[in-house]
């Protein structure tokens, strides 16, 4: 009997809503992607796509979520098309489907937010034809890719010491956010305070 209960209130409650597949999550804190096996893995950003910065990242996340117009984590081929003309670089249908198909890894012809930073990851590493549609979508963003990433490191221990200095560089970011926050957090305690003393100035 509390067997059939457990069932009953299964079927009731249903299944949880969960973030839409392959959407940033709310500022690349992580996002849902679809893996070869046919599961869902979550996807860190900063976490796979160390050779970027905070900031990169979430410039490249502010870009994508300016031109996902469905709001549902894809840049499919029309808000690509849109995308491109407001860049200044139109692309034909073939060159647009070409710019997908080049970063379309799990092949549902649409752009994932990670797949989109694997624009930028190719850009940086230089693995992009100069005259394709991925190329001038990188150039044009204004998105400085240039980075050390520990590619660029020539042996085991300098590659190391890349990844020290990566993670101290994020500390040094975190805390220099944190410290932009307490900041504006106080200059609005000031203003609050001197408009209180305003108040009670023309009170009198």
């Known amino acids: 009997m509390a067997a059939a209960e457990e069932l009953a ?26 893996s070869p096996g046919g599961g869902r893995r979550v996807f ?52 647009l489907k070409n710019m997908i198909k080049e970063v379309d890894e799990d092949l549902d012809s649409k752009l994932s937010f990670r797949e989109f930073l694997l624009i930028f990851r190719k850009a940086a590493a230089g693995e992009l034809q100069e005259d394709s549609g991925l190329h001038a979508l990188a150039r044009l963003s204004e998105i400085d890719v240039s980075t050390e990433g520990v590619k660029g490191a020539k042996n085991f221990f300098e590659a190391k010491v890349q990844a020290i200095h990566d993670a101290s560089r994020f500390e040094e970011e975190i805390k220099a956010e944190q410290e932009e926050k ?18 009670s100035t023309f009170k009198q």
């Open 44 to 95: 860190s950003p900063a976490g796979e796509f160390r050779e970027f910065s905070r900031r990169q990242l979430r410039d490249m996340e502010r870009l994508f979520r300016q031109y996902d117009a469905g709001k549902d984590g894809f840049i499919d081929l029309m808000e690509l098309k849109l995308m491109m003309e407001k860049l200044g670089a139109p692309q034909t249908h073939l060159g």
């Open 182 to 199: 307490k900041k504006q957090a106080e200059e609005l305690k000031q203003r609050k305070a001197a408009f209180k003393e305003l108040q």
């Open 9 to 34: 209130g299964r079927r009731g409650r249903g299944a949880e809503p969960g973030p839409a597949p392959g959407s940033p999550a709310g500022g690349g804190r992580g996002a849902f992607e679809g």
